[in-house]
């Protein structure tokens, strides 16, 4: 069994900051790519941002120059730091990560629950 869970979301005002994590556990080989997605009601889920093992990072063009991805290889850890927030970032935001386990065979990706982000004064 793999987990995903998230934490860090909140209310923040515009222009504040929050700092996501997700950490992945269970019966994990490898991970190799990590990354943020987001949904806003009525909204199709979106790419927020990616990495690699390797550390090689995409962001969408909405996050590019505001958020910045990071993870912990040792910890099977992702983050997202989020600064300059505003109205539109808000969503549900979900951790996602495509890794090989001994349980499963070949990668396979996996999903967390999601955490609430809201950017209101």
């Known amino acids: 069994q793999v987990q995903l869970v998230e934490s860090g979301g909140g209310l923040v005002q515009p222009g504040g900051s929050l700092r996501l994590s997700c950490a992945a556990s269970?019966?994990?080989?490898?991970?190799?790519?990590m990354g943020w997605y987001r949904q806003a009601p009525g909204n199709e889920r979106e790419s927020v941002a990616g990495i690699t093992k390797t550390g090689i990072t995409n962001y969408a063009d909405s996050a590019k120059g505001r958020f910045t991805i990071s993870r912990d290889n040792a910890k099977n850890t992702v983050y997202l730091q989020m600064n300059n927030l505003k109205p539109d970032d808000t969503a549900v935001y979900f951790c996602n990560a495509v890794l090989s386990s001994p349980l499963v065979l070949g990668p396979k990706t996996y999903w967390g629950q999601g955490t609430q982000v809201t950017v209101s004064s």
């Open positions: 269970g019966s994990i080989s490898s991970i190799y790519v």
